[in-house]
Every structure is written in structure tokens, then in C-alpha cells.
């Protein structure tokens, strides 16, 4: 490529056409799957206490609930979402959790959007919308809710969502960190018995012996092989004329360890236990006691009580309970009572049966749940009678529901009831809500209490109530409590309301629940435009931010400047805020935006806009000509000097033939300069009047010119016309003391060279060079050079390779050190002067410096006269071995030491895989040496070590052909006297030994600073 360089390329310090990359990136609609919070789990947190909030239970399953949605400005039809659990270790994410049979806690869902199949659950997401239309209960692909049912530890739960649209990464995943314990519940149960031993359900009447079930069970989901031992449950008997035991102590009876030291050697210790709890068998022992009791002839009404007092637990008590050494692990038994058991529900624990001699009055309260979006599709409960809530709430609307059932002693009689339904609040505030019918878990009207008869067809045994409240944040206690309003007569139509609950302790429920509010999120915050300039008609943006509240709170915005101060913004919504800048926001200026529920939880952010200045200089009115000069920058303070500039006669100018002279000039100086990154564009305007014969405008910086502007001028005004020139964002600005002038006249265009390139030619050479040669078509004059331009791989390089030669000389070698092997080099050409060039000779040309990877194999060396004979078989047929190169010596010889051999007498060329090479003339016994090389068509060898060998041996020739006389014929023709051949032989044995000491120099051995004899 040849480069056309202009005038100003020297210009360090200006740089005038110097212009800054930057991407075109075309804004393109694209949806963006977003996790927003996950709500179920939430997260524990725990206080300095070590108390914590939203502990989950072992073996308790849970669902996973999130806010997934396209945040994006497109639909999406293509979205997943994963769940994951991990080990907490530390607060880092650990390894992926597996479960008992090594797979993996993870589920993905791929057909949470889609269009392609009937499995998919939703075929579009529409921007902004949420998945299921907001709190989404997480599914797998074929729409099965997920659950986890975890054990005790400390995980994250990973939540994430994935499409084949990218979107933004960083708002693809979230995770809360939970913690898990193992619990435990001791269940106490009491039942009444039938004649036939079959509980009996709800209360009794008559007299008589009446017998009973006490009940003693385990559940323990995060610990299935857990047992206690031992049970005693004290019994209580009231109004009865004779009772039973007054406690019991139940289980299945088992041989059982009651103490072991673990690694000691010694045995257990066994003995005889109830055990209540898991057999071992994936089943568990229930423990139970039977007895009986006689109603009091004189007392209507009666019950029985039992309370659980006291059990045993086997397992590693430390020495304070098991006694020996520290160093031991000792297992024992331990008695707990209610002080110091670890029991979950405690409420479980006792429990009463009642009777009358009489009719027993009695109803109860069979469940109690707090639900939430029983008007959606995946509504979510909370809590169970006999099972608390243990994970917090959000503030909001719920739907309390009770079942009422009939446990009278007379399933005949019917009872007028209701429901109330008390919140409280910690300041001991109530709220009551009675109901006695439901229209949200079930629907059911309101009918009286007890078994349908003809007359009253719609009584049932088992009624509901529900009621709908909401609760803020704080602690609450949430009370159900079954009323019996009174007896209702089917006959007369009449409500005997003096017909009382005889037990109220199975009426009510209460729970505990803590409501915690989740704070508010902000989503989103669009700045629009990205810049403002200061002093110009665009001086304001507006910021728009996007919130989400999971309760769907009000929601306050409070929008602060860079030094926190508020914001009086103008704008049409809460939501944006419009503010006007100046030059003290140059150059970024941050907002500040904070939103408040009405709980008082927050969210902040904040973004920044690039700040602008627009400033504009003007010349003085004495000034020969008018400038004005505008810049928009990300700075402030810039002044600028305006001074007349003498006239210029007989210049050249770049690009034109002949001299000029100007028509007027001005100097004009900025204070400073400043970086390309801040200039976003300059304009100079030069006015003059119209008298002036003007008709172009140019740069002058030192000795150095530019063109601006040429051809007829702009109206400035009526008297005045105008050149004006922009550079663009991040070109430089010019520097102190510039000059621009103006030129009358016409131009004259300067023309290319005459002469041309011929016969160009650029061909690989040894080594990676490349030989590049040239022919001139033309006459070149003094001032014209041929500009040769190599490139490396790409034919338009900035940064080309250039060279400039003279009439003289017509080729040049380009060093293979610059090169490298197998790169494409592009080689142009052309005859220049003054940055113009005649026409463009080109060639492309591959680097080489290698020889293909051809060995030679089969090699055989045989004798044939005083020649020795080489031949070979190349390794593989490569078009690159043009010929091939054997050297010898009477050593072995390296790779790097056979590169030095080439080029002399030690080695011999062969176009074929046979050379013939003369053998040695000097007389000895020796191994000669032979490496055989490939040779590419450029020259270039590929030299390797000696390989094979032959021995030479050659003996002196002492034949003499005369008579056996002392002196030859030639000797006594020869005229040399007799005494001369005694000193020839002197010299000669000398010769010898010499040669002998440099032939024994040359010989095999392990001294690698050879001396070579050729």
C-alpha cells in the first residue's frame, strides 16, 4: 500500500488530522431475562444472640418462589430458569450439595418460555412483564412444583435465568444464604376407647368404667433414625370417682447400648429400654399406655389429663453427664425433663379427654393456616394447628382459615357457632374478625354444626370460617378461636344460647409471626441523553428510574445533586426527575436517587452524565480580518488571543504547482491545549470582506501548510464572506501562534511523476527475505523517488514498512529478519514526489523460511573408483525440496556445525537423492561423515548432524620404476646433484610429521573446537 502523506504528518505537537476510532454500535431491540428478588427462601439472619429469623427446618420440604421477568426492550420468547443449592463456606459459595444417591441439588426448567413444543408454560415474556404476572412459584419442564427437602447446614440458594438472547449478564442470577437445623417434636396423644378397645373420637357420656389410650410418638425429619427412651407421661384425673396410674412409661421394649467409650476396645454396655422413635427399619415405634377410669356418680362432668414429663436420650453428653476423660468420646444416656428439652413444639406435649354423665357439650378447633394468593394460581400457606410458623411474612392481605369440628359426646345435637380471628399487635393492640363461613380456600356457606338430619339437611360435622386481613410490618400474634354460641333446636327453630362449650382448651390456636417487609429495588436508571453541553440549547436531561416493590408499597423518590443536596425536579411523574446543567457540572455530573417504601426500606443508585462546554471567541473589531472560533469541550477556563498575521509572498503550497502569496492573515492562540478524548469538535470561521479576492483558506504551523477550504466562499453577512473549516470529535487542537490564511487565485493542482513502475517484480529469498526489483518507464527527474511500501498481512496497514530510492537504483532486498515465515507480504510501488505518485505497482509475496519437514532415510555410501557414491530416500514427497545438499568430513559433525560448512568445498550439491563425491587424496585410515539436508527453492536448508559414516584408508605410493640402481634416469637427466635429495628428504619427513600432527587434529573424537582439515 502506499502511503499519501500529508504536510501536517510531521506535526507532532498539532496532529490536525489525527481521528479518534470509536465503535459504531447500531442500538438494536433485544429482550434481557432478569432476576429481580427471590422470596422463598428467605434468607436467615441471625442476631448478635445468635437468634435467627427464617431458619428453615431439616426435612421440611421447601418450594422456591422468585420475580423473574424481561427487563429488556423486546419480547422474549425463549427463557430457563435453574435452581441450585450450595455449601456456605464462610459466606463463599462451596461446592453444589448432592443428595443420598450423589445427584446433584440442581433443577432447570427449559420450558419456562418457549414456543416450540406443548410443554412450554408460556410462549412470550413481554418486556417489563413478569413471569406468571409476578411472583412466580418455580417449576420444572413438565410443570412439577419444585421442592427441596434439606438437612441441617448452612447453603446458598442460587436462583437464575438464562435465553438464547444475551441481554445483560449481571442481572442474570441471584442467591440468598440460609441455614437449616434438625428438630424434633414429642407428641402426646389421649383418646377414649369403645367397648371393642377402637378410639373413640371426641368425648363420652354415661357412667361406668370407661378406658383410654395414652400415645407417645416421635417425628424427627432431619434425623430419621432418632429414638428417646423411656417416656413417663404424668397423668392427671379430675371429677372422677376412680383414676389409673398416675404416670406412664412407654415404648417398645429393646435391647439397646446405654454406654460406650468409642476406640477404647471395651464393649458396650447394654440394657433393657422403651424405645419411641425409628425401629431401624424405615418405620417408628409409637409408645402406649391403656387404662381405665370410673365417673363419679355425683359430678356431670369429668376428665382425664396427660402431661409428657420426662424421656432419655442416648448420645455424647461430654463428661459433665457421662463422666471419664476429655480425651474420650463417651456415650451415655441423659434424662431431660421440660427445662432443658429440645422438643420443637412444645404444645404437643400434654394433651385432655373429657366426659359427662350427661351429654358432653363440646366442639373444636381441627385447623388453623394463614394463606396468601389463594386468588392466584400457586397459592403459598403458612402454618398448620400444632405446627408454628417459623419463616417471616411480608406485609400485606391474607386469608385466615379454620375448620370447626362437632366432638360432642351426641353427634345428634346441633351447635350455632362462629370463628374469631384476633391479631395483635407488640403494643398489645387487637383487631378480632368473626366469621363463620368461607369464600376463599373453600367455598361454604355458613349451616349449623353437627350430623344432617331431615330437618336440618345442610348441618355438617366438620365447618369453615375464613376472613380476610392485612397485616404491616412487625410482630403479630394471630389467634383462632372457635365459639359455641349455643343449641340449636330443629323443632322449635330456637337457639338455647345458655348451652356452653364444656371445653374450651381445644378451641383456639394461636401463632407468632414476624412480618418483614421487603425493601424496594431499583430496577433501572436511564439517562436521557448520555450529554449535555452546557451554554448551548441543549442544557438539561432527564433522569426516569424503574422501581419494584414486592408488597407493591408507595413509593417515595428523593433525588440529590453530586453534593447530596435535593433536587427540585421538573418533571411529569415521581419517577423522573429533569434537571438543567451549567458549566461548574463540566465534565460528568452525578444524580442521586434514593426511594423509600412506606416502611422505611430503601434502595439507592446513581448515575452520571458526560457534561459539556460550549464556548465561542470572537476577534477583535480592529482586527484586518473577522474570526470566530468555536470549541465544545469537557473542560472550562479556555481563553483565546486574535492578532493580525503579515502577509506571505511566494510560497509553495502542498499539492499545487507554482508560488503563492496571501490576501490576509490572522494569528490566533488558545491558553492550552487539551486531550483528544475532550475535544468533541472545533470550528473556524475566518470572515472577510467582500473586496478580497479570496479563494481559499489554509493552516500555517511553522513552516508547514494546510488546505481548510477552498472554492467560493460563504455570505457572512452583506458586505462579508466567509471560510469555515470543523474538526471533528477527538481531532487535536492547534497550538499557539497557528496563522490562517487566505490565498487569492486560482490554484494550480500538482501533478504525479510521468515516469512509471515496469517490470515489477517481488519474489521470496533465502532466509525470509524478500527480493524486490523494478524497471522505470519514463524518465525520472531529480526530485522524483520510487517509494517501495511493504505490508504484513493486511494490504491497507497503518503502520507499512517504506523505503524511497533514486534514479539509481532499480532493487532492493527486504531482510527476512523483519519477516515472519508463512505471513503474506503485500509489496507496492509507485514513483513519487511531494506526496503524489504516479501508478501503483503491487505484488503479494509469502514469507520463507523453512524448509519442509523431509528427512533423508535409507542412506547407503558406496566406493566407485576414487568416488564415493551417496545415495538416500526422502522421507515424504513435499513439492518445497528442490534439491538436496550432502557434506562430509573426517569427523562427526552438529546441525549448527554443517551450517557452517555450507558454501565450501566440504559440501556438494545433488538435484537428486545420489551424489557422487571424489574421495580423499591424502594418504591415512579414517571414518568420514556424511549429513544429507533438504533445499528449498528459495535456498533456504534445513542442516542436521552426520548420520552415517565410511572408512577411507589410502597407503603412501614408495614404488620406484627404475633398475634397482641407487639413481633414477630422471634423476641423472635432472642435473640436480646428488647431495640435494638428502636435504629434500629431510624437508619432506618434516612435511609428514606435520601433516601427521594436522591430520590427527582432524580425527573422530570428543573435542568439539575442531580444527577441519578439507
Known amino acids: ?58 426435612g421440611d420440604p421447601v418450594n422456591f418462589r422468585a420475580y423473574l421477568r424481561n427487563s429488556g426492550d423486546a419480547d422474549l420468547d425463549n427463557m430457563q430458569y435453574t435452581v441450585e443449592i450450595y455449601t456456605n463456606d464462610n459466606g463463599n459459595r462451596g461446592d453444589i450439595v448432592t443428595d443420598v444417591s450423589g445427584n446433584e441439588l440442581s433443577w432447570t426448567n427449559s420450558n419456562a418460555v418457549c414456543n416450540t413444543s406443548p410443554s412450554c408454560q408460556q410462549t412470550v415474556l413481554t418486556q417489563g412483564a413478569f413471569l ?7 417449576k420444572d419442564s413438565l410443570g412439577a412444583t419444585l421442592s427441596w427437602t434439606p438437612s441441617s447446614g448452612s447453603y446458598f440458594v442460587v436462583i437464575s435465568v438464562s435465553s438464547n438472547v444475551l441481554g445483560d449478564p449481571g442481572n442474570n442470577e441471584l442467591s440468598v444464604a440460609v441455614q437449616v437445623r434438625d428438630y424434633f417434636d414429642v407428641e402426646v396423644d389421649l383418646t377414649w376407647l369403645d367397648g371393642s378397645g377402637a378410639p373413640v373420637s371426641g368425648s363420652v357420656d354415661g357412667s361406668g368404667a370407661k378406658d383410654f389410650q395414652v400415645s407417645v410418638s416421635l417425628t424427627s425429619p432431619g434425623n430419621p433414625s432418632m429414638t428417646i427412651r423411656n417416656a413417663s407421661v404424668s397423668m392427671t384425673y379430675t371429677n372422677l370417682g376412680s383414676g389409673d396410674a398416675s404416670s406412664f412409661t412407654v415404648g417398645h421394649s429393646s435391647t439397646v447400648n446405654i454406654r460406650e467409650t468409642t476406640g477404647s476396645g471395651t464393649p458396650a454396655q447394654t440394657g433393657t429400654r ?13 409408645g402406649v399406655a391403656v387404662g381405665s377410669v370410673t365417673p363419679s356418680s355425683v359430678s356431670g362432668e369429668y376428665s382425664v389429663s396427660a402431661v409428657l414429663s420426662e424421656y432419655t436420650v442416648y448420645g455424647p453428653h461430654g463428661t459433665s453427664i457421662c463422666g471419664g476423660s476429655a480425651l474420650d468420646t463417651i456415650y451415655c444416656e441423659k434424662t431431660v425433663t421440660s427445662q432443658d428439652w429440645a422438643d420443637e413444639y412444645s404444645g404437643s406435649n400434654e394433651a385432655t379427654i373429657y366426659g359427662s354423665l350427661d351429654v358432653f357439650q363440646d366442639i373444636t378447633l381441627t385447623q388453623f393456616q394463614i394463606w396468601k394468593g389463594l386468588d392466584g394460581e400457586d397459592p403459598e400457606v403458612f402454618g398448620s394447628l400444632g405446627l408454628d410458623i417459623t419463616s417471616s411474612l411480608s406485609p400485606g392481605d391474607y386469608d ?3 375448620e370447626v369440628g362437632h366432638v360432642s359426646s351426641s353427634s345428634s345435637i346441633l351447635y350455632n357457632w362462629s370463628v374469631d380471628f384476633t391479631i395483635t399487635d407488640s403494643e398489645g393492640t387487637s383487631t378480632v374478625v368473626t366469621a363463620n363461613s368461607c369464600d376463599s380456600k373453600v367455598d361454604y356457606d355458613n349451616s349449623q354444626l353437627g350430623a344432617p338430619s331431615v330437618k336440618t339437611p345442610d348441618a355438617q360435622m366438620l365447618v369453615y370460617a375464613c376472613a380476610s386481613v392485612s397485616m404491616t410490618e412487625g410482630e403479630f400474634e394471630v389467634e383462632a378461636e372457635a365459639n359455641l354460641l349455643g343449641q340449636w333446636d330443629e323443632d322449635g327453630l330456637t337457639l338455647d344460647d345458655k348451652i356452653d362449650d364444656m371445653s374450651l382448651s381445644n378451641n383456639k390456636y394461636s401463632f407468632d409471626v414476624e412480618v418483614t417487609n421487603f425493601a424496594p429495588q431499583i430496577l433501572s436508571l436511564s439517562l436521557v441523553p448520555d450529554s449535555v453541553t452546557a451554554d448551548s440549547d441543549k442544557t438539561s436531561f432527564t433522569a426516569t428510574a424503574s422501581v419494584f416493590d414486592v408488597e407493591g408499597d408507595q413509593i417515595d423518590y428523593v433525588w440529590t445533586d453530586t453534593a447530596g443536596d435535593e433536587i427540585n425536579c421538573a418533571g411529569s411523574s415521581p419517577d423522573q426527575c429533569t434537571v438543567s446543567v451549567d458549566e461548574s457540572m463540566v465534565p460528568t455530573y452525578r444524580i442521586n436517587l434514593a426511594v423509600y417504601d412506606s416502611y422505611g426500606a430503601s434502595d439507592n443508585t446513581n448515575g452520571e452524565i458526560t457534561v459539556l462546554n460550549y464556548d465561542s471567541f470572537t476577534s477583535p473589531a480592529e482586527s484586518t480580518l473577522h474570526a470566530e472560533y468555536e470549541i465544545t469541550y469537557k473542560s472550562t477556563g479556555l481563553s483565546i488571543t486574535f492578532a493580525n498575521a503579515s502577509d506571505v509572498t511566494d510560497v509553495e503550497l502542498p499539492g499545487y504547482d507554482g508560488t503563492y502569496s496571501s490576501v490576509g492573515g490572522m494569528t490566533i492562540s488558545p491558553s492550552t491545549t487539551y486531550d483528544t478524548k475532550d475535544i468533541m469538535s472545533q470550528t473556524i470561521t475566518v470572515a472577510f470582506d467582500n473586496q478580497v479576492d479570496a479563494t481559499s483558506m489554509w493552516l500555517k504551523v511553522g513552516n508547514l501548510w494546510q488546505l481548510l477550504a477552498t472554492g467560493t466562499p460563504d455570505e457572512f453577512n452583506a458586505t462579508s464572506s ?24 486560482v490554484l494550480s493542482q500538482a501533478q504525479a511523476p510521468s515516469a512509471n513502475i515496469s517490470g515489477f517484480t517481488a519474489v521470496p529469498s533465502m532466509a525470509g527475505g524478500i527480493s524486490i526489483n523494478w524497471a522505470i518507464d519514463g524518465t525520472m ?15 491497507q496497514c497503518a503502520n507499512a514498512y517504506e523505503s524511497s530510492w533514486n534514479s539509481d537504483v532499480s532493487s532492493m532486498l527486504y531482510s527476512g529478519q523483519n519477516t515472519v515465515h508463512g505471513n503474506t507480504y503485500y509489496v507496492t510501488a509507485a514513483v513519487c514526489k511531494g506526496g503524489l505518485c504516479s501508478n ?4 503479494t509475496v509469502v514469507a520463507d523460511k523453512e524448509v519442509a519437514s523431509v528427512t533423508a532415510v535409507d542412506v547407503t555410501i558406496s566406493e566407485s573408483g576414487e568416488n564415493w557414491v551417496v545415495s538416500w530416500n526422502a522421507s515424504a514427497e513435499d513439492s518445497d525440496v528442490a534439491s538436496w545438499l550432502v557434506c562430509y568430513l573426517k569427523a562427526s559433525f ?26 580423499y587424496s591424502t594418504a591415512g585410515t579414517y571414518n568420514v561423515h556424511f549429513a544429507i539436508a533438504p533445499v528449498d527453492v528459495v535456498g533456504n536448508i534445513a542442516p542436521t548432524a552426520s548420520s552415517d559414516n565410511i572408512e577411507y584408508s589410502r597407503a603412501d605410493d614408495n614404488t620406484n620404476p627404475d633398475d634397482g640402481s641407487q639413481t633414477t634416469e630422471t634423476e641423472a637427466s635432472s642435473g640436480v646433484p646428488t647431495w640435494t635429495w638428502g636435504v629434500i628428504g629431510i624437508v619432506v619427513v618434516v612435511a609428514f610429521v606435520a601433516g601427521a600432527f594436522i591430520l590427527s587434529r582432524g580425527d573422530d573424537g570428543e573435542d568439539e573446537g575442531k580444527d577441519w582439515d578439507y
Request: glycine content about 8%; charged content about 20%.
Open 840 to 843: 501503483e505497482a503491487t505484488a
Open 894 to 919: 552438529t546441525a549448527s556445525e554443517m551450517s557452517d560448512l555450507v558454501g565450501t568445498s566440504a559440501c556438494v550439491s545433488a538435484d537428486s537423492t545420489t551424489a557422487t563425491i571424489a574421495k
Open 132 to 138: 406468571t404476572g409476578g411472583e412466580a412459584l418455580l
Open 722 to 745: 466567509s471560510y469555515s473549516y470543523t474538526w471533528g470529535a477527538g481531532e487535536s487542537m492547534f497550538t499557539a501562534n497557528t496563522e490562517f490564511h487566505l490565498f487569492g487565485g
Open 400 to 402: 385466615l382459615y379454620a
Open 781 to 795: 527527474l531529480s526530485e522524483d523517488e520510487v517509494v517501495v511500501s511493504i505490508c504484513d498481512t493486511d494490504p
Open 1 to 58: 500500500m502506499l502511503m499519501l502523506t500529508s504536510v501536517l504528518a510531521s506535526i507532532d505537537f498539532v496532529e490536525l488530522q489525527e481521528m479518534k476510532e470509536i465503535e459504531d454500535t447500531s442500538a438494536r431491540a433485544s429482550g434481557d431475562p432478569e432476576v429481580v428478588v427471590i422470596t422463598s427462601p428467605r434468607e436467615t439472619t441471625c442476631d448478635m444472640s445468635g437468634d435467627c429469623l427464617d431458619e428453615l427446618l431439616a
Open 274 to 286: 422403651l424405645i419411641v422413635g425409628s425401629n431401624g427399619l424405615n418405620g417408628s415405634h409409637v
